[in-house]
């Protein structure tokens, strides 16, 4: 018995190229492309096209090399000239990207945006930044989705105005200075007030009075076209401000890092005597940091006491007590003592131990 034939197919398949596809009178068009080189060229930065295009040739199909057919060139594009087409293509067309490529650039810019929002945000009770993955943790608690088509810039002012809605964040201030003739500080002074702003120095120098002075960037528009109309004139000093001390880096300030998710159950494997005994610890060491006259006391706000000193701060925001008292503060529950925090987790974790059988 015969067996069938396999006549070879005149297909020229092409792998491993980026696909720029541009769809006109309902007829599909392709043409074959260098990776990274589309985005180059559309940017400016590559001029010759023989380093962009694989071949001036324009298919209906790359990945299985099926060319475009002459009169429907002539019937889109008013031509049949290879690299009128290819050009026009390359330049309004679609790039097309692999998946795992999509997921890479998403990722990247969804780092980048994340950035971006650390960088112009502050936590309102320390005036200290929050940390690159807690900002992308806060990013997945909106369930923010990265739009590719759109700056990370413009969407970072998007995510600060719907963090601001869930979370404790703000924007950190500009420092300014600003500089006005002596007789219209008044008005400026006025305005000032309006916008919240605080003078952090003035300096008089002949005619004009210097002012520096600390505001949301919200207003910094206003205030620009307002110190204009004055006849003065404005500085940037610094986009955003953060505290500034001892104990004020980010990677020593580990309360926000370890903050939990406000809208998830309470997550841990310490046993209830391991959290007792932790918060046990705390409470003595927050006692023997009072004692000490000479020693600086540092208070909590969220918790409401005093933690002792630089370090003792520091360790307090890694406690049980404090992420206990955090999770309260978001559901605008008042804080808790170490003895009543460690009671009410007992409680919590002998819900939780019930839940698991079933009656």
């Known amino acids: ?30 043409i074959a492309c260098y990776k990274n080189k589309v985005l180059s060229w559309r940017s400016g930065v590559e001029k010759d096209l023989d380093e962009v295009l694989q071949s001036q040739t324009v298919y ?10 002459s009169k429907d060139l002539v019937a889109a594009f008013g031509t049949d000239d290879q690299t009128n087409i290819c050009l026009e293509i390359l330049d309004k067309g679609e790039l097309q990207v692999a998946g795992k490529e999509r997921d890479s650039q998403l990722s990247s810019q969804f780092r980048d945006i994340a950035t971006i929002v650390m960088q112009k945000t502050i936590n309102p009770e320390t005036q200290r930044p929050y940390t690159i993955s807690m900002i992308e943790r806060l990013m997945h608690e909106i369930h923010f989705a990265v739009d590719p088509h759109s700056s990370s810039k413009k969407q970072s002012l998007d995510v600060i105005r719907e963090l601001q809605k869930h979370f404790p964040i703000k924007r ?8 006005v003739p002596e007789e219209k500080f008044s008005s400026l002074s006025e305005k000032l007030n309006d916008w919240t702003a605080s003078i952090v120095s003035k300096d008089e120098s002949g005619s004009q009075l210097s002012i520096t002075c600390e505001m949301d960037p919200g207003f910094f528009r206003e205030c620009d076209a307002f110190v204009r109309n004055l006849q003065g004139r404005l500085e940037i000093l610094a986009i ?28 841990t494997t310490d046993s209830v005597a391991q959290i007792s005994e932790r918060v046990e610890k705390q409470t003595i060491s927050a ?37 206990h008292n955090l999770r309260r503060k978001t559901r605008q529950l008042p804080p808790l003592t170490a003895e009543e925090c460690m009671a009410d987790m007992d409680m919590g974790d002998s819900k939780s131990d019930l839940k698991e059988y079933s009656f």
């Open 1 to 30: 018995m015969s067996k069938t034939l396999v006549q070879p197919v005149g297909q020229k398949r092409l792998t491993n190229v980026a696909v720029v596809r541009l769809k006109k009178h309902g007829v599909r068009f392709e």
């Open 60 to 69: 209906s199909n790359v990945s299985k090399g099926v060319l475009a057919k």
């Open 172 to 179: 950190s201030p500009m420092r300014l200075r600003l500089y």
């Open 240 to 267: 955003s401000v953060h505290v500034e001390g001892d104990d004020t880096h980010v990677d020593h300030y580990d309360d926000h890092e370890d903050m939990p998710r406000p809208s998830l159950p309470k997550e």
């Open 287 to 323: 006692k023997s940091g009072n004692s000490e006259g000479d020693v600086k006391q540092n208070k909590c706000t969220t918790c409401n006491a005093l933690v002792g000193d630089a370090k003792q701060y520091r360790e307090h925001f890694k406690s049980d007590w404090h992420k």
